[in-house]
C-alpha cells in the first residue's frame, strides 16, 4: 500500500530553506548584534561554526562595524525586508506529513505554533517469490542475485538499487533480515499466495518519476540460471492534485461508483492509508466506528491543498456470515477544520465517525473512504464482533436486512468463498479477466479482492440473472480466482482426488501439478493420484471463468481406506490447530 510520495524539488526547497534560514541567524543575529552593543564600540565577536570530530566548535573573532554591516545587508538581500523567504506552494507542503509520525519530527506545545518536521526517504517493498523449474522454493538468493528495473517511458529500463532483500517463511513467521526502519512504503504483492510458500521482500528506494501519479512498472530479473521470479510488476500512486477534470461527470455516478467500491471493489487502487476502530456508544442496536485517514496519507487528499477544507465521502457496505451484503450507508465529511483541529489532524490523521445499525446481524463490513477532488480512495475491512448473547436472547436487536444492490431479483453466482476471513480456508485472490482461453499468469495480473472457503462445492449450474460473486465482483464471466491452502495429513498413503470444472483449473499438492483440466470447455472431470506422508501440505487450484453461461468447480478427495468426499480443510486439521475457532 501506498502511504506517501517524495517530491525532490520540494526536498531541494526546504533544505535552500534550512540553509537561508541559518544563513539569516547568523547574519542577521550577529550584524544586529555588532552594530547595537555600545560596549565593543563598533568591533565584536563574529560566529565561525566549524565541524570537527562530529563536535561543533564556536571561534570568536574580532570583526569591525564595517563586515558587521554587510553581514545584516546579506541578510536582508537574502531574505527581503519583511525577513521572509519565499513561499513553498501550498500543495507542496503536504510531502512532508509522514515525518509527523515520528517522535522527533514533531514538536506541539499549542496549536498555534508551527511543526517541526523533517524529510524521510521512500521506498518500495516488492513481495517475490523464487521456484525452480519443478516449481520448489527457492531461499537462498542474496541481494547480488537479482536485479530491479524501473521501466521508464519508452520501455527505457532504469536500473535500482536493491537496499535489503529478505526473506520471509509464512510458516515459521520469521525473516532473515529484520524489517525496514523507514515507516512509509509502497508494497504490493499476493495477498493468498504469499501466505503458504517462503517469499522475499525486495526494497529499493526510487527516483522522482518513480512516485508521479499513475502506475509504474518494474522488472526483477535474477541472474541464476533455472530459476522462475513471480512478483506483480506494477504498483500505483495516487494523485496529490486534483485533475483538470473531476473524477466523475455527474453526482449520480460518482455515488453508484463509490457503493460499488465498498460492497464489491474499487476500480482504482488504493492510496489513502485508513484505519478503522470500534467506540462504545452504549447502544444496543447501533455501532459506531471512528474512520481515521492517517496523517501519511493526507498527501492524497484535499486537506492540505486549500483552507483546512476537508471533502470526503465515506462508503460502508455490511455483510452476513454467507458473504452477501446487506445494507450500503452513505456518509459525508465537508467542512472547513479549525485551526486547532487542522493540526490536530496533521499530526494525528483526521478521524470521522460513521455508525452502523446491527440489523440482519451483519459479521463483515468494508469501509471505503475517497477524495471528491483527486479521486483518490482508501478501504479497509473489518469483522464486527458478535452479539452478546444476553442481548441476543432479548430480542433488541433486529434481525433480517435488505440487499442494497439495485438487483434484488438477481441471485449470487454459487458461493466461491466468502470476503471474511476465516483460519484454516483456502484464500483465494481474485481478478476480473480479459478474455482468454487458458488460465493466466495471475501474478501478472492485480486482484480485485480475496475469497476464503474451506472447501470447493460449486455444483455446474447456470449463471444467467446473476450479481457475481458478493463482496468481491459484481462478475459473472471472465473473472479468475487463484486459491491457495495447507493441510495435515494423519493417515499416510496414496489419496485420490477428483476435479470438476467450468472453465479451466488445475491441482497443485505440494508444487507438483496433479490434475490439469485448463481451457474453456463445458464441465469436465479428472483424477489423479498422490502419495502423501504424514505431516504438513500444501494445495494450489487455480481457477478461471470463462464466457457466459455456465460455472462448476468442485474438489473431491479419497483417502485411503476411506469413500470419496469433498475435500474440506477442516477435515485435515494440524493436532496443534485441532479445537482452535476458526478451524
Known sequence: MLSFTHDPDYDAAVTKRIVRGAVKMVAVGAGTFFLFDNRLRGSAAGIGLHMRKRRILVAWRRCDAYRAFWLLLVGILTFGPNGQSAQIPAQKIVYLADAWRTQDAVQQSSASKPFTVSVTAREVLVEVVATD???????????????????????QKVPERILELRVTDPVSRETTHAASSIPDWVTFGRTCAVQLAPYYVLSYRPGAEGWASGYHEILVTTKRDNIK??????????????????????EKQAQASLQKSACYHSALPSSINIAVRLLKNGIIDSL???????PDSLAFTSLLDGPRHVELDYGVCTFDSAGNSQVYIHAVADRVLPTEEYAQSLAH????????????????????????????????GVVIPPIPDDLAKSGSVATGGRSTDGASWKTPVSSFGSPIPRLGTLCGDVYELSEVSKLPDFWNLEPVGALYAYDLVIPPQLIINTIGIPGVTDRNSWFGIDYYGEFW?????????????????????????????????PPRREGGRVQLNIGRHTIHVPYFQGPPHSVALMLFVKPPHAEAKPFDLRDFVSPADAGKTGF
Do not use: C, W
Not at 490523521?349 to 482508501?378: C, I, M, Q, W
Not at 499416510?492 to 485448463?518: C, H, N, R, T, W
Open 229 to 250: 521470479l513471480f512478483y506483480r510488476h506494477r504498483y500505483y500512486v495516487g494523485q496529490t492534485i486534483a485533475p483538470a477534470k473531476p473524477p466523475f461527470k455527474t
Open 489 to 521: 495429513i494423519r493417515e499416510p498413503g496414496y489419496y485420490e482426488f477428483q476435479l470438476i470444472s467450468d472453465d479451466g483449473a488445475k491441482l497443485y499438492i505440494d508444487g507438483e501439478m496433479v490434475i490439469d483440466l485448463d481451457g474453456v470447455h
Open 288 to 294: 459506531n466506528y471512528i474512520v481515521l485517514v492517517q
Open 349 to 380: 490523521g483526521f478521524g470521522n465517525t460513521v455508525e452502523l445499525s446491527r440489523k440482519g446481524n451483519p459479521v463483515f463490513a468494508r469501509f471505503v473512504v475517497r477524495d471528491r477532488h483527486t479521486g483518490n480512495v482508501g478501504s479497509v
Open 133 to 155: 523449474r519443478h516449481g520448489h522454493p527457492i531461499t537462498d538468493l542474496k541481494a547480488d542475485d537479482l536485479e530491479v528495473f524501473h521501466v521508464a517511458s519508452h520501455a
